[in-house]
């Protein structure tokens, strides 16, 4: 079935350390995101890329690093820069001329120790 | 700036009885407006998609409704069931380079008790 696949499910790190949440769909989507999502807050954004090789800044982008080497592919890697880096993230992938409609993966929840 | 509010923030309803969830938004150009269902520890799945000549669209026993003159949503329940227990996310997209610019609400916590 396609879809999208984030892993892992759950992460723990300590500070100052980098770690990498993978995204990975089979939808043929041309754009992907990245979001996070607080308690009691809306989902803000923290990269997109709407084609391979190229991607942009969201509104919380600082601290956050990705790449787009495949379509398929959207790895995030939070950064020791990132300040406050607990919270659930999730990757989403849309078809570029279409509805607008995101289809979101499992999410992955992120707590710094 | 572009915002779109919802409420209430919270709602419990005991099992079977209906209930309505608000969403007013101030983004413009208005391209469409979703709602979007998110289970606990889950990604959000779309329920209904509206756009700006749509006033009213159903999805089994939920219905939602557009003004969009008011700029304001409704989505509506319909004889709840335990499994409606999930946050419902109101979404409106204003169109940006042949693609979309979602602003997300806060969400609606629902609860329903059995």
């Known amino acids: 079935d396609g879809g999208i696949t984030q892993s892992p499910k759950y992460l723990f790190r300590k500070e100052g350390q980098n770690v990498t949440l993978s995204c990975e769909q089979n939808?043929?989507?041309?754009?992907m995101y990245w979001y996070r999502q607080d308690p009691g807050q809306g989902l803000r954004l923290i990269y997109y890329?709407?084609?391979?090789?190229?991607?942009q800044k969201g509104d919380i982008a600082e601290g956050y690093s990705v790449s787009r080497e495949k379509k398929e592919s959207f790895p995030l890697t939070v950064t020791s820069a990132q300040k406050n880096p607990t919270a659930f993230y999730l990757c989403a992938s849309s078809i570029r001329q279409g509805t607008g409609e995101l289809f979101f993966g499992e999410g992955s929840r992120l707590t710094v120790l | 700036k572009n915002q779109v509010e919802q409420s209430p923030q919270s709602l419990i309803i005991l099992e079977g009885k209906n209930c309505t969830l608000q969403c007013n938004y101030t983004v413009s150009p208005f391209s469409n407006l979703r709602w979007y269902k998110q289970d606990t520890g889950r990604g959000p799945v779309s329920l209904t998609i509206?756009?700006?000549?749509?006033n009213t669209k159903s999805n089994g026993r939920y219905t939602a409704t557009l003004d969009a003159d008011t700029k304001q949503s409704s989505l509506h329940i319909t004889a709840s069931q335990l499994s409606d227990s999930a946050s419902y996310i109101c979404v409106v997209s204003a169109p940006s380079g042949g693609s979309y610019i979602p602003t997300f609400g806060r969400g609606t916590s629902l609860i329903v008790h059995p």
């Open positions: 890329s709407q084609i391979v090789n190229d991607f």
């Open positions: 509206m756009t700006f000549s749509e």
């Open positions: 939808l043929n989507h041309d754009a």
